[in-house]
């Protein structure tokens, strides 16, 4: 727990991080949290979509610096992302690559500390068939949560609608970009939100024909992806009223992001994670001031800039 406003449980304030997606700009998301990590910030929950959930549980699992890392070091690797990869099996983004041959050999999750982590984690993925955000606790970093992930990323068009169960999912952004409103009902009251676009930022409507032809089959994901924009664009205004009454941070990069949709560029990467870890020394201290002494967790010492790429640039 990061705070306590009473001796009965249910009197805890709850807080946690909220983290928007974005593709490769969740780098800025990387340098936020890694910073804040280091700082010894805890929440009592984060909940995640799409890049915010693949690269956020790295914050539950005590490995800052990790995404970082295997995005540099296999950013131009056609295993991890590539057109082959998409001709060959239907996902840009190679699921085996990345969600077994990553975390289990190359650079592995720690799946003991993210399950012992009292931290509750959270991700949501889109339902292609009710059009809806369906969200999912990650409780051991096994399989499953690694699927439901996988499902949070998959981004439309590029990738593969993922199965878990009688669920067909697709990216969470889709129906809800930035979920706050799903930890909000969940008990959290304490928001410290983390978003990869700048303030001032709102989508811009899809023409819906297109829209339309492309969901064919699937009218309630059509729906979802046609409403997504003003959707976005209401959350937006939501949250700069959050910022204003207090009743949250709100850290966001100050321009547009270097960093695209793929890996491809490792400068580009390395930028948008610096201007992340920048922008979070500038909210460490109101951000502990905010939770009221935050629980300070051991970790194996300050993951530099440097000491992240240098370990990224060493051969396999």
Not at 28 to 45: A, N
Not at 137 to 142: A, E, I, R, V
Not at 187 to 213: C, N, S, W
Not at 281 to 308: H, N, T, Y
Request: glycine fraction near 10%.
């Amino acid at each position: 727990m990061s705070f306590s406003a009473g001796t009965n449980k249910e009197d805890r304030i709850k807080s946690c991080f909220v983290l928007e997606g974005g593709a490769m700009r969740g780098m800025f998301t990387c340098g936020v949290l890694d910073l804040l990590f280091e700082e010894g910030i805890r929440v009592d929950g984060i909940a995640g979509i799409s890049a915010g959930a693949a690269f956020g549980c790295n914050y539950k699992s005590h490995q800052p610096g990790r995404a970082l890392r295997y995005n540099l070091r296999y950013g131009r690797d056609r295993r991890y992302c590539s057109l082959s990869s998409l001709i060959k099996t239907g996902d840009l983004y190679n699921a085996e690559f990345c969600y077994r041959r990553i975390p289990e050999e190359l650079d592995p999750f720690d799946r003991e500390t993210f399950k012992e982590d009292p931290t509750e984690f959270y991700c949501g993925a889109t339902d292609i068939n009710s059009g809806e955000c369906v969200y999912h606790k990650c409780t051991d970093g096994g399989e499953e949560d690694l699927m439901w992930m996988r499902a949070s990323a998959s981004m439309p068009l590029v990738s593969k609608t993922v199965n878990i169960g009688d669920l067909e999912l697709l990216d969470g952004g889709i129906a809800d970009p930035v979920p706050y409103g799903f930890m909000k009902k969940s008990g959290f009251q304490k928001m410290i939100l983390i978003l990869t676009r700048p303030a001032g930022y709102r989508k811009r409507e899809i023409p819906h024909i297109a829209v339309d032809l492309l969901f064919k089959k699937h009218p309630y994901l059509a729906e979802a992806v046609n409403a997504r924009a003003g959707h976005y664009n209401r959350q937006m205004e939501e949250i700069e009223m959050m910022e204003k009454t207090g009743e949250a941070v709100v850290i966001r990069p100050d321009t547009d992001l270097p960093a695209g949709k793929t890996p491809g560029n490792p400068e580009k990467l390395e930028i948008t994670y610096a201007v992340g870890r920048k922008k979070a020394e500038l909210f460490a201290e109101r951000i502990k001031s905010f939770l009221c002494e935050p629980l300070r967790v051991e970790c194996s010492g300050k993951v530099s800039v440097g000491k992240v790429l240098e370990y990224a640039s060493q051969k396999q």
